[in-house]
């Protein structure tokens, strides 16, 4: 049903400028595929994790000061001074992790059902281009308070810029501002620090387009045959992700008031001090497996270019996964090396956080291999050889299926 | 410089962390205590802190700063605005220029911040033998395990093993990374008398000023506790609500 209104003001603006219609589009009539799980609602959640940190981010910035003397007292200054910014600056700091919790899940879910996979590769590709920005976004952020891990932090992983060949050097001042970690580098992570989540903004209201273009995806994988498998987004989608924000809410609500640290490292409550390294310098958790990645490689270029590489392998998907079923549940040898997958990433996320030596660096060294191969040699050769579960002939149907199943049970056995 | 952060670099990338495991070292675990701000409920006991206060003001001032406290803080312990006056009252604090543009001495206020014991980290080091006293204001998030080390550590110095090699102006605590730390033992048993007649033993003042410590660093932990329970029974119920409206909206469908 179109956009209809009695309001003469809207219709008037509306005429003039479809706001009104276009919300009316892709927010309410927006067909949806009637069988999407809850797996399907880190999307919305993920969009609201954005709204959180740019909301605080703004709210922090009013009071923080981008300078290496200040910098860290400033940040004491939200916590102990400004009303309610130990909130903010809590919220703003575990909602870093709360995103990426969200947007892991996110992936790992299109990882499974083959949300990457034709007609929904760009889809897919602006997806990564979110999670790159996102990184690049968290890591200069963790580096404004200032504290040692900030400053060690950014100064073990800029200083990987330098094993690019031949520009690595320039390259690295180019970060710095400088020729080393100092006032000219905190300046310009602050600066794009504050940008790049807008630029986030752009690529995820393109992931959008690219979305409704053709659609969510489901978890059968199969295309919906007609209108009997769709169901309007407003009320279906809207209060199915309002009950799953508020559950990922709890969630979010546990650690930033019970455990608003645990998250952290006690050393970046130590004011930066180039003078002194810290015993074990570690990233935040959400970098762990890509650090594990970079440390599994003995050869300092190397670890650079499989670290990048774990991420921009993603773009080649589409490709490399050769079989024409989407979901991994009708794909019984896929599903075995997804869920080992898994947790080769959760692996590489436990040895990212020890020191690299004895049995987690042979961990990280194994499940570094099963990373690169699942993409690169497992995807490729189990499209061509697996005998995929046949595929139910629509949407509609395994729902109804289901319900004849179980009036005769004993039917499959016998 | 750049050499030295680049060998920090290399020596952490190549894993080799022979100097850094040397400095880490070996540490025994601080045992677990229970404390009254831990916990969803806790909150900070008054009593202790104040206790803790003293301890810090007539011990550890003579080394350590705690330079993100004012004295106005100290109205959240339970000080009375009397208290905290006469408290910032007893330390003179730098302030000017006046208008004859020289710099003078005063009384401090509550709006003022803790008085350092010492002008700069130069200074501090020169009468501590080269070691840095830290600034304590943020020391029981800054270590794992903040109050129980805390408590470990001022309550744990002991005689070293007979094997075990104490250089001169260091002293064996098996809780500090490396086990040798260069403060001496600063608890001696009834090093101050309090004034609610308290024991003053080496164990409670270790409790104490930790207790004072950790308000010092988490000064709203309370609000923190008491707003998280607020807003988790209100999201308890807005979701069971959403969930009632979903199974509502959604029962027509399949
Ligand atoms: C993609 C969205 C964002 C992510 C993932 C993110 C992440 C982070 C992280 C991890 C920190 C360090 C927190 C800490 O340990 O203290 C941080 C700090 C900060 N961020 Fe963001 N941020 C985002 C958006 C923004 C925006 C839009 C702004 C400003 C307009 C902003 C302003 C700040 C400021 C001022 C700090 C320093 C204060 C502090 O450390 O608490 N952030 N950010």
Known sequence: MAFQTNNRIIKWIDYRLPVFSFAHHSLIEYPTPKNLSYWWNFGSLAGIMLVVQIVTGIVLAMHYTPHVDHAFASVEHIMRNVNYGWLIRYMHANGASMFFIVVFIHIFRGLYYGSYKSPREVLWFLGVIILLLMMATAFMGYVLPWGQMSFWGATVITNLFSAVPYVGDSIVTLLWGGFSVDNPTLNRFFSLHYLLPFVIVGVVALHLVALHQHGSGNPLGIDRKGPQDSIPFHPYYTVKDLFGLGVFFIFFAFWLFYAPNALGHPDNYIPANPLVTPAHIVPEWYFLPFYAILRAV????????????????????????????????????????????????????????????????????????YYFAYFLVILPLVGWFERPRPLPASISEPVLGAGKMAAQPAREKA | MRKFMFAAVAAFLSGTFALAAQAAGEQDPAPSRSWSFSGPFGTYDRAAAQRGFQVYKEVCAACHSVKYLAYRNLRDLGFSEAEVKAIAAQYEVTDGP????????????????????????????????????????????????????????????????????????????????????????????????????????????????????????EPKLEDRHSLGFKVILFLIVLTGLFYAVKRKVWADVH
């Open chain 2, 98 to 217: 006046n208008d004859d543009g020289e710099m003078f001495q005063r009384p401090a206020v509550p709006a003022d911040r803790f008085k350092s014991p010492f002008a700069n980290d130069k200074a501090a080091r020169a009468a501590n033998g080269g070691a840095l006293p830290p600034d304590l204001s943020l020391i029981a998030k800054a270590r794992p395990n903040g109050a129980n080390y805390l408590h470990a550590l001022l309550s744990g110095y002991r005689e070293p093993p007979a094997d075990f090699a104490v250089p001169e102006g260091l002293h064996y605590n098996p809780y500090f990374a490396g086990k040798r730390i260069a403060m001496a033992p600063p608890l001696n048993a009834d090093a101050v008398t309090y004034a609610d007649g308290t024991q003053a033993s080496v164990d409670q003042m270790a409790h104490d000023v930790t207790t004072f410590l950790m308000w010092a660093a």
């Open chain 1, 298 to 369: 003995p050869d300092k270029l190397g670890g650079v270019v499989l670290m990048f590489g774990s991420i921009l392998i993603l773009f080649l998907l589409p490709w490399l996964d050769t079989s024409r079923v989407r979901s991994g549940r009708f794909r019984p040898i896929f599903k075995q090396f997804f869920w080992v997958f898994v947790l080769a990433c959760l692996a590489l996320g436990w040895a990212g956080a020890q020191p690299p030596e004895g049995l987690p660096l042979a961990i990280s060294r194994v499940a570094t291999v």
